[in-house]
């Protein structure tokens, strides 16, 4: 499970109450989910390019999370708030098809791509479906930090040709589809207000049932080529971190300094990203791709920013 699926959730969700008190653990735990999704962006990059398949991969993010929320979901039932429509929608928008192609995209292009389509788009992409669908009216400062995130982006996308990712527009592509397919996800969660539970039911439990026996019987792996540490590594943040330790924090950020904060907090995400990119995987970019990932951090805190929290 994805962090950045959780903190939609969280932000939703009407029964989470919001304390002023403690909050510097309110930051303390935004800055650790920073980092968590930062590190799950380079993992993912790094296992894409591996041994493993996009497919083993896509396995143990559905496997894995599935095994952990199955109590859980089966203690709260969400199959009888939700409807077979609504059922089928988000278990398809958050199904393989997204994974794969977020999965596929780090094999053509580097984390830094993948934090930036991923985490950058959202904002701009969830304030035009707001728009079109919703009728809701973006306040300025929102246009004005979607034009920055959507300047940025072609930005970096250009600055690439001069890289060694020659390649790497067909990993913006999946990217790109990706970020449509939980776009649709957010507007429908914007409509229906889904529970944390009702989020597990479709996004890992029947999406896990459904894909663990296509992947075992009919898709290639290559867990027989990979190493140990690789397959530990890959289960770990593709099935335990963010959907345990993530699901936490975000949980205790969000209460102490709300979701205005912590989504704001996120922009630090493409930059750290980025930087780990390059540290771990030899991810070198030019300065244009550095100043399109500071402006694109710049238009993702002001268009997640509200006016409503202080610091």
Same mark, same amino acid.
């Given at each position: 499970?994805?962090?950045?699926?959780?903190?939609?959730?969280?932000?939703?969700?009407? !029964?989470? /109450?919001?304390? *002023?008190?403690?909050?510097?653990?309110?930051?303390? =735990?935004?800055?650790?989910?920073?980092?968590?999704? #930062? *590190?799950?962006?380079?993992?993912?990059?790094?296992?894409?390019? /591996?041994?493993?398949?996009?497919?083993?991969? !896509?396995?143990?993010?559905?496997?894995?999370?599935? %095994?952990?929320?199955?109590?859980?979901?089966?203690?709260?039932?969400?199959?009888? !708030?939700?409807?077979?429509?609504?059922?089928?929608?988000?278990?398809?928008?958050?199904?393989?098809?997204?994974?794969?192609?977020?999965?596929?995209?780090?094999?053509?292009?580097?984390?830094?791509?993948?934090?930036?389509?991923?985490?950058?788009?959202?904002? =701009?992409?969830?304030?035009? =479906?707001?728009?079109?669908?919703?009728?809701?009216?973006?306040?300025?400062?929102?246009?004005?930090?979607?034009?920055?995130?959507?300047?940025?982006?072609?930005?970096?996308?250009? /600055?690439?040709? @001069?890289?060694?990712?020659?390649?790497?527009?067909?990993? @913006?592509?999946?990217?790109?589809?990706?970020?449509?397919?939980? *776009?649709?996800?957010?507007?429908?969660?914007?409509?229906?207000?889904?529970?944390?539970?009702?989020?597990?039911?479709?996004?890992?439990?029947?999406?896990?049932?459904?894909?663990?026996?296509?992947?075992?019987?009919?898709?290639? #792996?290559?867990?027989?080529?990979? *190493?140990?540490?690789?397959?530990?590594?890959?289960?770990?943040?593709?099935?335990?971190?963010?959907?345990?330790?993530?699901?936490?924090?975000?949980?205790?950020?969000?209460?102490?300094?709300?979701? @205005?904060? !912590?989504?704001?907090?996120?922009? %630090?995400?493409?930059?750290?990203?980025?930087?780990?990119?390059?540290?771990?995987?030899?991810?070198?970019?030019?300065?244009?791709?550095?100043?399109?990932?500071?402006?694109?951090?710049?238009?993702? =805190?002001?268009?997640?920013?509200?006016?409503?929290?202080?610091?």
């Amino acid at each position: 499970m994805h962090l950045r699926e959780v903190i939609i959730v969280l932000m939703k969700n009407p !029964t989470i /109450s919001i304390s *002023t008190n403690n909050k510097i653990t309110g930051f303390l =735990a935004a800055g650790a989910v920073v980092c968590i999704w #930062s *590190t799950w962006i380079v993992v993912s990059r790094a296992g894409a390019i /591996s041994n493993l398949t996009v497919f083993d991969m !896509t396995a143990m993010r559905f496997g894995i999370s599935s %095994a952990i929320i199955f109590p859980y979901v089966l203690y709260h039932k969400p199959w009888n !708030t939700l409807n077979l429509n609504k059922i089928f929608f988000l278990t398809f928008v958050l199904g393989p098809l997204y994974i794969l192609a977020v999965f596929f995209g780090f094999r053509y292009a580097p984390a830094s791509h993948g934090a930036v389509f991923m985490n950058g788009l959202l904002p =701009a992409m969830s304030l035009i =479906a707001g728009f079109f669908i919703f009728k809701i009216n973006p306040r300025p400062f929102q246009v004005v930090g979607s034009v920055i995130i959507l300047l940025s982006i072609a930005g970096l996308s250009l /600055s690439s040709k @001069d890289l060694n990712f020659s390649l790497s527009w067909k990993g @913006d592509i999946l990217f790109l589809i990706g970020g449509i397919f939980f *776009t649709a996800y957010v507007v429908a969660n914007r409509a229906w207000k889904i529970s944390l539970a009702e989020f597990f039911l479709c996004s890992s439990l029947i999406n896990g049932f459904l894909f663990i026996p296509i992947w075992y019987f009919f898709l290639p #792996s290559g867990l027989h080529l990979a *190493t140990l540490n690789q397959i530990v590594l890959q289960s770990i943040y593709q099935g335990i971190i963010p959907p345990l330790i993530g699901l936490v924090l975000v949980a205790h950020a969000v209460r102490r300094i709300g979701s @205005d904060a !912590t989504s704001s907090m996120m922009a %630090a995400v493409p930059g750290l990203a980025a930087l780990l990119g390059t540290i771990f995987l030899n991810e070198v970019l030019n300065l244009n791709s550095w100043l399109s990932i500071f402006a694109l951090t710049v238009g993702i =805190a002001v268009t997640s920013w509200s006016g409503k929290f202080k610091f």
